[in-house]
């Protein structure tokens, strides 16, 4: 039987985040190999993932990054089962650099094959499942392209968000952290009006109306008031239409239009909470 040292054990930890004793552990079973040993406990990562598939990981982390040319931005969770697992120093560096390397794909799929210091992403989540004890996984993976893109987390990674602007100026990052915030506080359905999903907007309209007919409107005046209150709703769950939060005088249109011109509009937003 090969000799494992100390230092074996402490290059594989380091390798693949597990404790001491599992590293002792696998590197004895693969007789000191080293490759195999980090097989040995990606086969333990599969074992507890198999165990674990069905249970929800409502919690962890959200992360919002932006490339370097700030006309890309993506929005990474990665979820685990409890919040003390989402707070731990290592759960909180493997989702920042998942979300890092996720800004060169398009799609969860392609990011998931991607490779990751050695193994796939999906690989990784496994093992790591073997490590933590929890099921692991890559929740939401949205991606936000426009000439400008600016991203806001919340305090303790629990919501993230991304907005997109039509132009790039000087003071385009403050405006569009500024709108970001905005989005990550007042969850907006929409971005506007025009892309409201009409099932939404007609069940609206007919919550509208029923209400009218408990306070006894008259029935030909129900479209009208319903529409009245409709505007009233585009007002509240659209972006660009919703009070800006730092000056309820303005929207978020006006807002962003009296700091960059009148011709500079959000292009688009995503937003992610857990928990």
């Known amino acids: 039987m ?17 404790g001491m004793m599992d590293c002792k552990k696998a590197l004895v079973e693969a007789d000191g190999d080293f490759d195999k040993a980090i097989e040995v406990l990606r086969k333990k990562g599969q074992k507890v993932a198999a165990k674990r598939a069905d249970r929800e990981s409502s919690e962890g982390a959200a992360i919002a990054k932006v490339n370097s040319g700030s006309s890309k931005g993506v929005i990474v969770s990665l979820n685990c089962e409890t919040d003390f697992v989402a707070k731990n120093e290592d759960f909180q560096k493997l989702a920042n650099g998942l979300a890092e390397l996720a800004l060169d794909f ?7 094959k991607a490779d990751y210091k050695g193994v796939s992403v999906e690989e990784k989540l ?12 890559i929740g939401a993976f949205k991606v ?18 991304i907005v997109g602007l039509s132009e790039n100026k000087d003071n385009a990052s403050g405006v569009a952290k500024s709108v970001s915030m905005q989005v990550a506080a007042m969850k ?4 506007n009006e025009k ?20 306070e006894g409107k008259p029935e030909e005046m129900l479209d009208k008031i319903a529409q009245g209150k409709l505007k009233r ?12 939060i730092n000056d309820d005088k303005k929207s978020v249109r006006q807002y962003v239009q009296s700091e960059m011109g009148d011709n500079v509009s959000v292009t688009g937003f995503e937003r992610v909470e857990l928990g």
Request: avoid cysteine; charged fraction near 30%; charge should be negative.
């Open 106 to 112: 398009n799609s969860k799929d392609e990011f998931m």
């Open 195 to 214: 892309e409201l999903d009409q099932a939404t907007v007609d069940k609206e309209l007919e919550l509208a109306k029923e209400q009218m007919r408990k």
């Open 2 to 18: 090969a000799k494992v040292t100390a230092q074996d054990v402490k290059e594989l930890r380091k390798t693949t985040g597990s």
């Open 188 to 191: 907006p359905l929409a971005l």
């Open 144 to 161: 936000l392209e426009a000439p400008f893109v600016g991203a806001y987390i919340h305090a303790g990674n629990k919501i993230a968000s």
């Open 126 to 137: 496994i093992e790591q499942t073997g490590v933590i004890g929890e099921k692991v996984e």
């Open 233 to 244: 709703f585009y007002k509240d769950t659209t972006l660009v239409n919703q009070n800006y």
